[in-house]
Nanobody, 126 residues
Framework: QVQLVESGGGLVQTGGSLRLSCAAS????????MGWFRQAPEKEREFVVS????????IYVDAVKGRFTISRDNFKNTVYLQMNSLKPEDTAVYYC???????????????????WGQGTQVTVSS
């Protein structure tokens, strides 16, 4: 069993930065890819980024390339999302999730994940 807890969300102005953290419990964290999704009000949850089991490869949605950076520390059982140059379009609840796969190639859809955090709110004001 895996539990995921997100933190680090908040309110920032356009162009600002936030770093989200996802703390995981469970023995299998270091063996699987991890991902971040986001969901804006009245919209579908969408894929943002994933990172493979050892952090060697990542996949970013086009909307955040060059602005967001995912990383992981398997010794601390934690995955991070550094968000720079934030835009109002980034406003959403951000969710951390554990993939069923070890690799990012199989970790780009909601159905690829089996454990989810509760989410943390990110609001970007214009």
């Amino acid at each position: 069993q895996v539990q995921l807890v997100e933190s680090g969300g908040g309110l920032v102005q356009t162009g600002g930065s936030l770093r989200l953290s996802c703390a995981a419990s469970g023995r299998s964290f270091s063996s699987y890819a991890m991902g971040w999704f986001r969901q804006a009000p009245e919209k579908e949850r969408e894929f943002v980024v994933s990172i493979d089991w050892d952090g060697s490869r990542t996949i970013y949605v086009d909307a955040v390339k060059g602005r967001f950076t995912i990383s992981r520390d398997n010794f601390k059982n934690t995955v991070y999302l550094q968000m720079n140059s934030l835009k109002p379009e980034d406003t959403a609840v951000y969710y951390c999730a554990k993939s069923k796969s070890r690799f990012v190639s199989g970790s780009t859809s909601m159905s690829d994940y089996d454990y989810w955090g509760q989410g943390t709110q990110v609001t970007v004001s214009s």
